[in-house]
């Protein structure tokens, strides 16, 4: 009687089941891309859905229960235990009811959507969160902390809570960065109420403890001495202020920990902060800027290329406008469901963090992009590699590192497609010459990795910074020395 009700919940408990395994792509990890971060949020609504579906099942479950509960209450209340005994029929009726309806109880309570809802939690078909996507998501925060010197209040602009700020804070600890690790602490410390799972115990001593191992004894003794004032029976707590003491007097120096580091020793961080050279800006202001036919090249003449020199020594050309709106979402949406993280030549990398893809070249808008490079550059695009899309995540960033390195058939040049703005960081520096280059959507960076003679030319050294709010998407074309032999030269002979 009540048995289709429940099954017609399980079956569109599971129909939302398949929707959701079709949206989802498996399997990848998250922290990579700020792309698939954006999938999230999309993957968050699926989850309150079918949760709120879940319950909407529940309670229809329930309300079915009560009613047959409810109609067996009032034919038992109806029953005169007297009269069944002596009558034949009511008695039959009394048994079929017992059987049938408490049948259908059995029914409505056997099929339990708590277990096919669990089963659905743990089947892998949402791609919930790993602990190492949110370990990576921290690390991503430390990173973008280390290269742009950010205290936590510089970087959070909603509410961060304390516990929040406490993981961030056990991760940058994990990573030995330990004055970061304490900012967060400290963070976390200052947002420390009722309901949070840390303690102010907790707290002091993590504090203290990051403080010793950056160096502070006496930021150490402090905070130590603050955890023994609310806990004076814990021993060893006891035990550490009397080694911090002892150790104070051996030691000499005692580094500031509140205040970060800002004198930047690399010239990689200092240029993706944005600190260049006041005559680098100078020199770079006065290269000049052009409209190019690629020497005439019928393909060109009807739409010439602007061109800007961005750097002379070594040479680097920005092409603005070299790709349009729609071709740059047609790449993206080609590249999304192929999205893996970046492998360099040692397998899957810590200096690259980033997704990306090698897009085929029977497509015709990547046909037509590698067309466009090489009336661009007059190169070649026989030996290149196919055009490689990268979407860098929180944190997303590619270390000093050169496109060439001494192989047969070098990556003789590379063509560096910008197919976003990105709000703030993610700009393509050169640390050996100080140059600094923001991602500009549509536009493109060109430079040569080899010297005419084939060696590699040491100032192309170059890195992505850390993308610290945005998205960034990038496309390179790395083309190679074969099939250059008669090009190269020509093309360069206009700005020698
Ligand atoms: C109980 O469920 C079974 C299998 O789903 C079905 O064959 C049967 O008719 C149901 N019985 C009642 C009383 O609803
Ligand atoms: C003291 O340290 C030991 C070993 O690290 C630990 O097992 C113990 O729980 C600590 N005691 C207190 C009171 O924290
Ligand atoms: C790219 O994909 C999105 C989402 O699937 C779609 O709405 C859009 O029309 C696609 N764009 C192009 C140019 O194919």
């Known amino acids: 009687m009540f048995g289709g009700l429940s099954g017609m919940i399980m079956k569109k408990l599971l129909s939302l089941v398949t ?17 698939q971060v954006m999938q999230l949020v999309e993957e968050e609504r699926y989850l309150l859905d079918i949760f709120k579906e879940y319950i909407d099942a529940e309670e229809e479950n329930l309300n079915t229960l009560k009613a047959i509960h409810k109609r067996l209450t009032q034919l038992s209340n109806f029953e005169d235990s007297e009269e069944i005994m002596n009558d034949p029929v009511a008695a039959y009726k009394l048994i079929r009811r017992l059987r049938n309806e408490w049948l259908s109880i059995v029914n409505s309570t056997q099929e339990s959507l708590y277990e096919a809802f669990q089963n659905l939690l743990h089947s892998g078909v949402l791609k919930i969160p790993s602990n190492e996507d949110l370990e990576g998501a921290a690390l991503g925060l430390i990173e973008l902390q280390d290269i742009y010197k950010l205290y936590p209040e510089d970087m959070i602009e909603g509410f961060f809570s304390s516990d929040e700020a406490f993981h961030v804070g056990l991760v940058a600890f994990e990573q030995e960065k330990f004055q970061f690790a304490f900012h967060w602490f400290l963070y976390s410390l200052e947002m420390l109420y009722q309901d949070s799972s840390v303690t102010k115990q907790q707290l002091l001593y993590h504090l203290s403890f990051s403080a010793y191992k950056f160096g502070s004894l006496s930021v150490a003794i402090n905070f130590i001495i603050q955890h023994l004032n609310l806990d004076p029976t814990d021993e060893n707590a006891s035990y550490i202020l009397t080694l911090y003491r002892t150790l104070q007097h051996l030691r000499s120096s005692d580094p500031d920990i509140y205040t970060l580091n800002t004198e930047s020793t690399d010239s990689y961080g200092a240029l993706c902060r944005g600190e260049v050279d006041r005559r680098t800006s100078r020199r770079q202001r006065a290269l000049s800027c052009r409209y190019s036919t690629g020497g005439g090249n019928p393909r060109l003449i009807l739409a010439p290329l602007k061109e800007e020199i961005e750097w002379d020594e070594p040479q680097i050309i920005r092409y603005h406008d070299i790709i349009s709106d729609k071709e740059i979402e047609i790449l993206k949406n080609l590249s999304r469901p192929q999205l893996s993280r970046s492998m360099i030549y040692s397998g899957i990398s810590k200096i690259r963090v980033s997704q990306s893809v090698f897009l085929d070249e029977d497509d015709a808008v990547v046909a037509r992009v590698t067309q466009r490079i090489a009336d661009a550059t007059g190169l070649s695009m026989e030996t290149a590699e196919k055009l490689h899309v990268q979407n860098y995540g929180i944190g997303g960033k590619y270390e000093p590192h050169y496109d060439a390195w001494y192989q047969v058939n070098e990556r003789i040049a590379t063509f560096l497609i910008y197919m976003s703005d990105v709000k703030i960081g993610g700009a393509t520096v050169f640390p050996k010459v100080g140059v600094a280059l923001q991602p500009k959507k549509g536009s493109a960076v ?8 084939g060696d590699v030319d040491l100032r192309t050294e170059h890195a992505g910074c850390p993308v610290f709010v945005g ?26």
């Open 446 to 453: 060109f430079w040569y990795n080899l010297e005419k003679n």
């Open 19 to 35: 929707c959701v395994w079709i949206a989802s792509t498996a399997g990848h990890e998250i922290f990579s891309s700020t792309d």
């Open 471 to 496: 998205n960034k998407w990038v496309a390179n074309k790395w083309i190679h020395e074969f099939g250059q032999e008669f090009r190269r030269p020509c093309s360069l002979s206009e700005w020698e």
